[in-house]
C-alpha cells in the first residue's frame, strides 16, 4: 500500500533533475569520452571511426579461441558472444546518434547483460571473468550517459535515465560479487 500512495503522490510532478554525479563503486572504469565532432569537417569520417574502434577495443574483449574439439553448447555459447557483440555494437552507433526511442532501451540494456555475463562463462580463468565484467560496467556507464543526454534535452522520459542507471548500477553489483569470489578462491 505504502508504493501505492508514493505513486499516486508522484503523478502529475514535475520530474525532477539530479544534478549529482551519480554514485559508482569502479571510479577509474570508464568509456573514452565521445569527441566533439563536427559533420561537416572532413576528417569527421575518419576521427569518427578511431573513436569506434578504440571504444570497441575497450568494451568489446576479443572471446577466447575454442577448444581443439568444442562441444555443441561451447560453439553456440561462442558465436552467441559474437552475435551479441555485432548487436551492440549496431545499436550503440544508432543510441548514440540519438535515433531510438524509449521502447529499444529495455532490449539494448538486456542483451549487453546476457552477452557480457555469457562471454565471462566461455572461459573460467579470473581474469577473462573479470574482463568481461568490466566491459559490461564501462559499456553500461556510456550508453547511462548517452540515455541521460538525451532525458536532459526532454527528448525521452525521465524513467529512461533511471533504467540505465539501474543496470549499470546492477553491473557494478555484479562485479564486486566476481571480485570477492576470486579473492576468496585466491586465499584458499
Keep these: 500500500m505504502p508504493v501505492l500512495l508514493a505513486a499516486a503522490l508522484l503523478v502529475g510532478q514535475p520530474a525532477e533533475k539530479n544534478s549529482e554525479p551519480a554514485y559508482t563503486a569502479f571510479p577509474d572504469l570508464k568509456p573514452l569520452p565521445f569527441p566533439q565532432l563536427d559533420r561537416r569537417d572532413e576528417t569527421f569520417p575518419a576521427a569518427r571511426d578511431a573513436y569506434q574502434k578504440a571504444m570497441a577495443r575497450l568494451v568489446y574483449p576479443e572471446p577466447p ?19 551479441g557483440y555485432l548487436f551492440l555494437m549496431k545499436a550503440h552507433t544508432v543510441l548514440e546518434c540519438g ?27 579470473p581474469g577473462w571473468r573479470v574482463r568481461c565484467y568490466e566491459a559490461r560496467v564501462i559499456l553500461m556507464k556510456d550508453c547511462e550517459r548517452v540515455i541521460k543526454a538525451r532525458v536532459d534535452a526532454e527528448v525521452e ?15 557494478e553489483a555484479d562485479l564486486l560479487k566476481l571480485k570477492a569470489e576470486v579473492e576468496k578462491a585466491g586465499k584458499k
Design 157 to 171: 522520459p525521465p524513467h529512461s535515465a533511471d533504467q540505465a542507471r539501474f543496470t549499470r548500477l546492477q553491473a
Design 65 to 83: 579461441a575454442l577448444p581443439a574439439a568444442p562441444t555443441p553448447l561451447q560453439k553456440v555459447r561462442h558465436e552467441q558472444v559474437r552475435a
Design 99 to 125: 535515433r531510438v526511442d524509449s521502447p529499444f532501451y529495455p532490449t539494448y540494456l538486456q542483451v549487453a547483460t546476457d552477452t557480457y555475463r555469457v562471454a565471462a562463462e566461455l572461459d573460467p580463468a
